[in-house]
């Protein structure tokens, strides 16, 4: 195993769990290990999730991305798990999973659900298309601040069980529409005047983040916008997340988000990317010339 503390610390952290003040020591470790020796590190790890439940256990935040019950890390449930500080049962899995929560990353994701409640507000579109919607509490939390908002926000999701979920949490409420469809194959239809898509197309390589970027420049309307969500080239967790948490993203910077977006034919629209607070999810902001 990789030795970076004295010997048998980090043992005891794996056994106990960390608390607070051993976060930063533990973010070294993944960080300077995964560095040294990418594949060696990762292919070490697995023995230390199978030895600990923090790492394997569905109920933890980490054994359950890397379980992907669903076929993919990060979904719905992960998510809401992650919007609703989500702690496990049992002193060792829910120290972990204060770890987790605490992490960047973590507070990043909570972050984007801000951030499209803030942009909702400032803007005030009639409509908006919602790409790969997951578990929608953002939409969910906005009809909280927003009750009596003028919107159809159309969902558009591949997971039917995403889609369940999402349903029940917004039960009753007509102005919210889910469409099962995968980006991929969807064949656009109107035009709206905001469309928001977080948590997708870091799952894209550019050649597939630009077709899809040039399907949906269609569907908005003159004037309107199109925000897209993705991680940063410098997230912080990328070790924790990729070995601990067998969660596999394309991180970005804002100039390789801007190239991409140029690529898609978007050059006169402005575009500009954002972040949220902990600097680790941007967002690219394009606006369609009206
Ligand atoms: C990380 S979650 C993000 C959910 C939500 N946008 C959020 O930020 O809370 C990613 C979602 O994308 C959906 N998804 C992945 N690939 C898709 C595709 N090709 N078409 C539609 N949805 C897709 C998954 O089912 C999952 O619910």
């Not at 607070?20 to 995964?34: G, M, Q, T, V």
């Not at 019950?69 to 609703?84: E, H, K």
Request: aromatic share 14%.
């Amino acid at each position: 195993m990789f030795t970076i503390t004295p010997a048998g610390t980090m043992n005891r952290l794996f056994v106990d769990g960390p608390d607070a003040s051993d976060y930063p020591r533990i973010n070294d470790y993944f960080n300077r290990a995964y560095q040294r020796d990418p594949e060696n590190f990762s292919r070490e790890f697995e023995s230390l999730r199978r030895e600990h439940e923090a790492f394997h256990s569905l109920q933890s935040i980490a054994g359950y991305c890397c379980a992907k019950p669903f076929g993919y890390a990060g979904d719905f449930r992960l998510i809401d798990r992650l919007y609703t500080h989500y702690i496990g049962s049992g002193v060792h899995i829910a120290r972990w999973d204060a770890f987790a929560q605490a992490q960047p990353a973590a507070v990043a994701v909570r972050n984007r659900k801000t951030y499209f409640i803030d942009l909702m507000k400032a803007n005030l579109p009639a409509n908006v298309l919602n790409v790969a919607s997951g578990p929608a509490r953002d939409v969910l939390e906005f009809f909280g601040y927003c009750p009596d908002a003028a919107v159809v926000i159309d969902c558009l999701e591949y997971d039917a069980h995403a889609i369940n979920y999402a349903g029940s949490l917004l039960k009753g409420n007509c102005r919210v529409r889910f469409t099962q469809q995968n980006i991929l194959t969807w064949k656009a239809e109107g035009t709206y005047e905001m469309v928001w898509s977080s948590g997708l197309f870091d799952y894209f390589t550019d050649g597939v983040f630009v077709r899809v970027l040039r399907k949906l420049l269609g569907c908005v309307a003159p004037g309107g916008q199109l925000v897209i969500g993705n991680f940063s080239d410098e997230n912080p967790n990328r070790a924790f997340m990729e070995v601990g948490m067998q969660w596999f993203l394309h991180h970005r910077s804002p100039e390789q988000l801007i190239d991409l977006a140029k690529q898609a034919g978007a050059e006169a629209w402005n575009p500009e990317v954002k972040s949220e607070p902990a600097g680790v999810n941007l967002f690219l902001h394009l606006t369609k010339p009206a």
